[in-house]
C-alpha cells in the first residue's frame, strides 16, 4: 500500500505543480492523467488471497462477467460494481508487464457502463469518505467512456463546489486536500476539451461550464482549455 500512499501524493504535489505555474503551457490536468494512466495501465487482477473475505457469489460473478476484451460492466449491479472499483483500485500497487493489453481491457470495459452506473462513478469519485485511489480510479474511468452519457457525467464532476475544507492556508492539509479536488476535475476538464475538438455537444458543454462550475479555479481553467481551442 505504500505505493499506492506515493501515487496520491504525486496527484496532490501534480496539482500544486501547477497552480505555482499557471503560465506553464503543459497542464496539470495533462499531467495527471499522465499519472494515473501510468499506474492504471500497472494494473494486473488482484491476488485473490487478498479477497477472501468478499462475498463469494458477487466474486464469482465478477469472473462471469469478465470477457476477452475487459469486463461487462454494464451486467454488474452496484454491489458487483463496486467490488470491482475496490479490486482494481487496490492492483495499483502491482505491477504488470503488459501494460498496453491492461489499458485496451479497461477502456473496453469502461465503454460497457451503463448511464445510471456513469452518475455512480461520478457519485463515488466525488465522496470524500470514498478511499482516494478508488475516487482517483473513479474519475479516470469517466474519461475513458466514449457515449453521449459520459460527457454529461464529466461536466456534472467538473461543475461541482469544492468542499468546505477551511482556510487553504500555505503548506497545510486543508491546501493538499482542495488541491487534489480540483485535480480530479481538471481531468474530466482535460478530456471534456479533447472530445470538443470533434464533438459538437462536448464543446456545448465545455462553453456551459463557464458559468455552471462551482470554482473559480475550474472556470478559469475551462476558460484556458477553450482558449487553446479557438472557441
Known amino acids: 500500500m505504500r ?15 501547477y497552480l505555482s505555474t499557471v503560465k ?41 462477467a469478465q470477457t476477452d476484451f475487459g469486463v461487462d460492466l454494464g451486467s454488474l449491479n452496484d454491489e458487483q460494481l463496486n467490488l470491482w ?26 465503454n460497457t457502463l451503463k448511464p445510471e452506473q456513469l452518475k455512480d462513478l461520478v ?23 466514449t457515449s453521449e452519457a459520459s460527457i454529461g457525467a464529466q461536466v456534472d464532476l467538473a461543475k461541482e463546489p469544492l468542499p468546505d475544507l477551511g482556510p487553504a ?13 480540483l485535480a480530479l476535475r481538471y481531468m474530466e476538464v482535460d478530456q471534456l476539451a479533447e472530445r470538443a475538438r470533434t464533438d459538437a455537444n462536448a464543446r456545448d458543454k465545455l462553453k456551459l461550464l463557464l458559468n455552471e462550475a462551482g470554482s473559480e479555479e475550474v472556470r478559469n481553467y475551462v476558460a484556458r482549455k477553450l482558449k487553446e481551442l479557438s472557441l
Open 85 to 110: 472499483l475496490r479490486q482494481e483500485s487496490a492492483a495499483m500497487d502491482m505491477t504488470n508487464n503488459d501494460t498496453a493489453q491492461v489499458e485496451i481491457k479497461l477502456k473496453a470495459s469502461a
Open 3 to 17: 505505493k499506492l500512499a506515493s501515487i496520491t501524493l504525486i496527484v496532490i504535489f501534480s496539482s500544486i505543480y
Open 123 to 145: 457519485s463515488k469519485a466525488l465522496n470524500m469518505n470514498t478511499p482516494a485511489n478508488q475516487r482517483i480510479l473513479a474519475a479516470y474511468i469517466l474519461t475513458l467512456n
Open 169 to 181: 492556508l500555505p503548506h497545510t492539509e486543508a491546501e493538499l486536500r482542495r488541491t487534489q479536488e
Open 24 to 64: 506553464n503551457e503543459n497542464s496539470l490536468a495533462f499531467q495527471l492523467k499522465k499519472e494515473v494512466q501510468e499506474v492504471v495501465t500497472s494494473m494486473k487482477p488482484a491476488d485473490s488471497a487478498k479477497s477472501e473475505t468478499e462475498n463469494v457469489p458477487q466474486k464469482e460473478s465478477l469472473q462471469a
